[in-house]
């Protein structure tokens, strides 16, 4: 597992760089380490060289891993949720980023209520509009932040997209600029209880442009752990 050590090191590096052209603080920006379809033990590899946020997509791989690793990992959900699924996760991640419609809000709301939790959310937009991806659309994003926000066990901390894919990473820059705008829109719409403090944007192939940009988490799998294995 030397690789993924190896791996880490240097996408930190990157990011870094990036943060330091933009004028930021390397710390603004975390790194969330993007595991799905990968086993437990190159989790554990990558937690044991100091990384601490694990992103999984789906439901099961998350429920699954999670009891045969370290208690101080952070799992976050970043895949399309389901809201019939919601229940397998409740209590057991620290921020959901996908939450792109009030019935999957109003649903995390009632799970982590019968916990006695509150759930740190992300408004996931939709700013390309592509069908086969989740999120609000711009024009949608207001509104539903002001009634997600009406919910008592959510908190609404930033907003999340998925630019569509682009050879030159370069072509999803303004897709991430776009989130920085609607995130300033919906601060300046002071809404109680909403921060706009996190930006989730930017994978392998472009998250030194999210950096620059403003994300404040971004999403990196491949370049980290190999390319993913599909059974």
Same mark, same amino acid.
């Given at each position: 597992m030397g690789e993924i050590a190896e791996h880490l090191k240097e996408i930190r590096e990157r990011?870094?760089?990036?943060?330091? /052209?933009?004028? /930021?603080?390397?710390?603004a920006v975390r790194l969330v380490a993007v595991s799905k379809t990968?086993?437990?033990a190159a989790i554990a590899a990558a937690f044991a060289c100091g990384q601490t946020i694990f992103g999984e997509n789906y439901v099961q791989?998350?429920?699954a891993k999670q009891p045969e690793l370290p208690g101080e990992i952070s799992w976050h959900f970043i895949g399309s949720l389901q809201s019939n699924k919601v229940r397998?996760?409740?209590g057991k991640v620290d921020l959901i980023h996908s939450v792109d419609r009030l019935s999957l809000a109003r649903e995390i709301d009632r799970q982590w209520g019968a916990l006695g939790k509150v759930c740190d959310i992300l408004v996931q937009v939709n700013i390309s509009r592509e069908e086969t991806k989740g999120g609000a659309s711009s024009e949608e994003l207001l509104g539903l932040v002001r009634e997600v926000a009406q919910l008592p066990n959510l908190k609404v901390k930033g907003l999340m997209t998925m630019p569509p894919f682009f050879d030159d990473p370069e072509g999803a820059r303004p897709y991430f600029r776009k989130l920085r705008e609607l995130a300033e829109e919906v601060r300046q719409a002071a809404i109680p209880g909403v921060e706009m403090r996190e930006l989730s944007m930017g994978m392998s192939g472009d998250f030194e442009a999210a950096i620059e940009e403003g994300a404040t988490l971004v999403r990196v799998g491949s370049a980290l752990?190999?390319?993913r294995q599909y059974h």
């Open positions: 990011m870094a760089q990036a943060a330091a /052209r933009a004028g /930021r603080e390397p710390g990968k086993p437990a791989e998350l429920v397998q996760i409740a752990f190999g390319e």
